[in-house]
């Protein structure tokens, strides 16, 4: 599937509001793929389908996974509302086309993380979480850190969401917590090799040059 052919599925999939946000993630995975040196029409067509399953009913996701129980792998036994990404990524696979490995795990894993993620996985992730139209509180440091440092800010914005979910009392996927848990070993590691151990806890009371 090209990013032409991905545009237009979603634009018909998706209502106005979330199609906007879908562009807004494509152009925010662009620019941090050139930062980073990933692929850019990787991260663009991951962007572009990564909400692609949002807006299906409860019933048609659970026959997504019923229908592709391998794939799914239990995803009907964690939260709902990480479905759609998990769905996505096996509309992607199954109906639309999309082979490439590394674009169908940006897209499952864009809601949790998961552990070892990779730069594309890294990618979508933040792009999700700051593109322009986004406002929440928090969000402008982690705009700043993903430009200047990609597994700081991960692990931030893993922290961040983790936080959020606890707040509105919803259930943590235990996914999300294996992927900060993984996202911090790598950070520390990271920081033990260099001799300069800087955690990611607090990372926004840092001060950033
Ligand atoms: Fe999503
Ligand atoms: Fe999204």
Redesign the pocket.
């Known amino acids: 599937m090209t990013c032409k052919q991905a545009k237009a599925l979603v634009k018909s999939r998706l209502g106005e509001k979330r199609y906007r946000h879908t562009i807004n993630v494509k152009k925010m995975a662009v620019a941090l793929a050139e930062r980073w040196g990933a692929d850019p029409e990787k991260a663009e067509l991951a962007a572009l389908l990564?909400?692609s399953a949002?807006e299906l009913p409860r019933d048609e996701l659970l026959q997504i996974f019923a229908d592709n129980a391998i794939i799914a792998d239990n995803a009907a036994r964690r939260p709902a509302p990480i479905w759609?990404?998990i769905a996505a990524a096996i509309l992607c696979q199954t109906q639309w086309g999309v082979t490439d490995p590394e674009i169908l795990s940006a897209i499952r894993c864009?809601?949790t993380g998961k552990p070892g993620m990779s730069k594309l996985d890294k990618i979508l992730y933040l792009a999700?979480m700051t593109s322009v139209e986004r406002d929440y509180p928090g969000v402008e440091p982690l705009r700043k850190l993903e430009f200047e440092d990609l597994d700081k800010a991960i692990c931030a914005a893993l922290e961040q969401s983790i936080q959020f979910v606890k707040d509105s009392g919803k259930p943590v996927d235990p996914e999300s917590q294996a992927a900060l848990d993984d996202a911090r070993r790598q950070l520390a590691q990271r920081g033990r090799q260099t001799a300069n151990p800087n955690l990611c806890e607090n990372h926004q009371e840092e001060p950033v040059e």
């Open positions: 990564h909400d949002k759609h990404g864009h809601t999700d």
